[in-house]
């Protein structure tokens, strides 16, 4: 009778480990995950996770920890935690990682929440984590052996990941070996108290004041891009209302060989973060005969301070709704340089490009960070690019709507095309998702906030 008692205690000892006490009878939270780093070595992991409560108790996320196990890599630095994006708000999640031994795994990131994250009730999920971790000296990481790890591009519950409420394990299976030392905290979670700049372009025309005093400048006189002999018009760069909102308006003329063009730019202090503006482009012109080769822009960019200097960058939004470059029709292009020599032409650089209309009011983000760029366009990327291609150095912030040398259809009438941006906004040394960047601007408007900046 004993022996049986005891092999009873040591299996409901076991079966403990999968299971809640009566304490959390009720509590029943699986783990969802899916990865966006799906290589067999990576700069940076990214678990993604997503909590669904399938219990009868609403279960305060404060109380919830999940934990994803791996193996560490050598030589062994430490590693760094960030909240990309998250439902919840990335302030209301934390990251931080401990060690095991005598397992399959010999750490682990274990990611909270504080209050207000909320609750989880039942039949709910919490939305996306999207996570991500990096060694210190942003050396690889060889995640293909990590037992939490699964190539996995699509949410599914996974047992490798374990979520607890307190010390009861609710979800999933450890990997086993001794108990978890106390954990470092290790994070690097978004600033959301960093520096940025934001704004809503609320000035009474190219001639206000502060326009300069705020660091920028409505172009005027000669030079390129455009056709040969253009002008920079600073008096067509108007700031009326459009669509409930203030607006800045670049309108650009030409008569078949004259042309006035627009430009309004940012000192050069930006480099790594998130860009992001809301542009409204166009198909045709406002009046006159359509069909002139016009780029409408949102770029970046370092001078060339002499042919393929190698300090040289940029990072172009260019939308050509008449086509140019060898392209037919609509085109938008995404293209990111490493130098270029004006003659004879020589281009180093990388693009993508969407064969569409863009008419309208469109969101464009692109994120400069760990060696890449990437680049969207109303939440959906479009563009990836890194390698030799990232910039090495401080740029400025640029819109420009000019012609194509070359581009400029026969008529002699007189014809005029508009891009209108609604706003601007950088964060300094942050990665935020499109949907994170709306949430800031629409922040400062209800603040009534119209300008701001420390970068």
Not at 65 to 88: L, N, Q
Not at 189 to 196: E, H, I, Q, V, Y
Request: some cysteine; charged content about 15%; glycine content about 10%.
């Amino acid at each position: 009778m004993r022996a049986l008692l005891a092999a009873s205690c040591a299996a409901l000892a076991v079966a403990a480990l999968a299971v809640a006490p009566n304490a959390f009878a009720a509590d029943a939270i699986t783990a969802q995950y899916r990865t966006s780093a799906s290589g067999a070595t990576t700069d940076q992991a990214e678990p993604w996770f997503k909590l669904v409560n399938s219990g009868s108790t609403s279960v305060p996320l404060s109380d919830v920890k999940i934990r994803y196990y791996f193996k560490s890599d050598t030589p062994d630095v430490g590693y760094r935690f960030a909240c990309s994006w998250a439902v919840r708000g990335c302030g209301n999640v934390t990251g931080q990682f401990g060690t095991l031994t005598g397992g399959p795994a010999d750490r682990y990131l274990e990611v909270g929440f504080t209050s207000g994250a909320g609750s989880l009730n039942p039949g709910a999920d919490s939305g996306d984590l999207q996570l991500r971790f990096y060694r210190t000296n942003w050396g690889p990481i060889a995640q293909s052996d990590d037992y939490s790890f699964r190539n996995q591009s699509s949410y599914s519950a996974w047992n490798n990941i374990t979520v607890y409420r307190g010390s009861t394990l609710l979800w999933g299976t450890p990997p086993g070996g001794s108990p978890p030392t106390t954990t470092t905290t290790t994070t690097t979670a978004p600033n959301p108290n960093g520096p940025k700049l934001f704004d809503d372009f609320s000035y009474n025309n190219s001639s206000d004041s502060r326009i300069g005093q705020r660091g920028w400048t409505v172009r005027s006189g000669g030079g390129g891009p455009g056709v040969p002999g253009a002008e920079w018009d600073a008096s067509r760069v108007t700031f009326p209302t459009v669509d409930g909102q203030k607006v800045m308006r670049l309108d650009s003329w030409n008569n078949g060989s004259a042309a006035k063009q627009t430009e309004m730019y940012h000192q050069r202090k930006f480099f790594e973060g998130t860009y992001a503006s809301r542009v409204k482009f166009s198909d045709a012109p406002v009046f006159g005969p359509d069909g002139d080769h016009v780029v409408q822009t949102f770029f970046t960019i370092t001078p060339l301070d002499a042919p393929m200097a190698p300090n040289y960058g940029e990072i172009d939004f260019e939308y050509l709704p008449n086509g140019g470059w060898g392209e037919p029709a609509n085109v938008m292009f995404e293209t990111t340089w490493e130098t270029y020599q004006n003659e004879p032409w020589v281009a180093d650089n990388i693009h993508n490009e969407q064969r569409q209309s863009y008419h309208g009011w469109h969101d464009l983000v692109f994120q400069v960070a760990n060696g890449r760029v990437k680049y969207y366009i109303d939440g959906n990327l479009v563009a990836d690019h890194g390698d030799k291609y990232y910039p090495e150095t401080p740029m400025s912030i640029n819109f420009n709507l000019w012609f194509i040398s070359g581009g400029l259809q026969g008529s002699s009438a007189e014809r005029a095309y508009q891009q209108e941006v609604d706003y601007v906004y950088f964060a300094k040394d942050q990665v935020l998702s499109p949907a994170q960047v709306r949430t800031a601007v629409q922040d400062y408007r209800n603040a009534g906030v119209t300008h701001t900046d420390n970068v």
